[in-house]
């Protein structure tokens, strides 16, 4: 039988695609279960291998799921594949469409959760903000913050710090925050509902080059893509040697 997740380089991903990502994040909701979600990506991958402490994160998050192509692409390599792509862009719309509860904005620059929740409303009337906050990341902040998302009474917080600062923040603070169910890392996901990127036409994303058109757009990301052909190199070592 296969195991549970599907171990990318050490970091294990669970076998859903968007669709079934999504009810199982709402199943767990409505079951009063807390739920800490991350969605990675390659760069994600070549990080936890290198910090134990993320890695154990990853391993203790309740869904990690895979935020593009690169991380599908190497699941098909070493002939464990995964069922298909989630990005964060279409999970957190999919996943609010159906939550029951306010949700929390936090992290981005100045205005822009604020941005991207006004966005998130206009697609779903029955959403309820709870509140937004563009924060730090810094855990000197975590209380304070835990108190505003407290006080907001938000069952849902979505975290906009980047990786992996926002996965180190949900692993500190979700445990200690009574009222959330659901805690999901989003990235870049408010600048796109804000419109502060632009987003790819709909063949980019068929096709599976996202990646690249964000590479165009978002030069700032060529340091970081930088540990895409080392990703590939391993998945390949992965594939020859095995486990
Ligand atoms: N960010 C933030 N505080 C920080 C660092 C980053 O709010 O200290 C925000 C940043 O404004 C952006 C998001 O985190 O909205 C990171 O976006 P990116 O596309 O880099 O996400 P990643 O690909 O790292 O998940």
Do not use: C, K
Request: glycine share 8%; net charge positive.
């Amino acid at each position: 039988m296969a195991s549970a997740r599907v171990d990318i380089l050490g970091v294990g991903f669970d076998r859903v695609d968007l669709a079934a990502a999504a009810e199982r994040i709402i199943e767990r909701h409505a079951a009063g279960q807390r739920t800490f979600v991350i969605t990675a990506n390659p760069e994600f991958v070549m990080l936890a291998r290198r910090d134990a402490e993320l890695g154990e994160i990853a391993r203790a998050a309740n869904l990690v799921v895979a935020d593009g192509t690169g991380i599908l692409v190497a699941s098909r390599v070493l002939r464990d594949a995964l069922p298909g792509r989630v990005p964060g862009r279409l999970l957190v719309p999919a996943v609010l469409q159906l939550v029951s509860g306010p949700v929390f904005l936090l992290g981005a620059a100045p205005g822009v959760a604020e941005r991207a929740a006004e966005t998130l409303i206009r697609r779903i009337p029955s959403l309820r903000v709870a509140g937004t906050h563009a924060g730090s990341p810094a855990p000197e902040d975590d209380a304070s913050i835990r108190e505003r998302i407290e006080a907001a009474g938000a069952r849902v917080v979505l975290v906009a710090y980047g990786m992996p600062a926002q996965e180190r923040w949900i692993s500190r603070n979700l445990p200690l925050l009574a009222s959330v169910r659901t805690a999901i890392g989003v990235g870049g996901v408010f600048d796109q509902l804000a419109g502060r990127v632009r987003l790819p036409p709909r063949f980019v994303h068929a096709v599976g080059l996202e990646w690249l058109w964000r590479l165009a757009f978002e030069p700032r990301r060529w340091r970081r893509q930088r540990v895409l052909p080392v990703f590939a190199a391993l998945v390949a070592r992965q594939r020859i040697l095995g486990r």
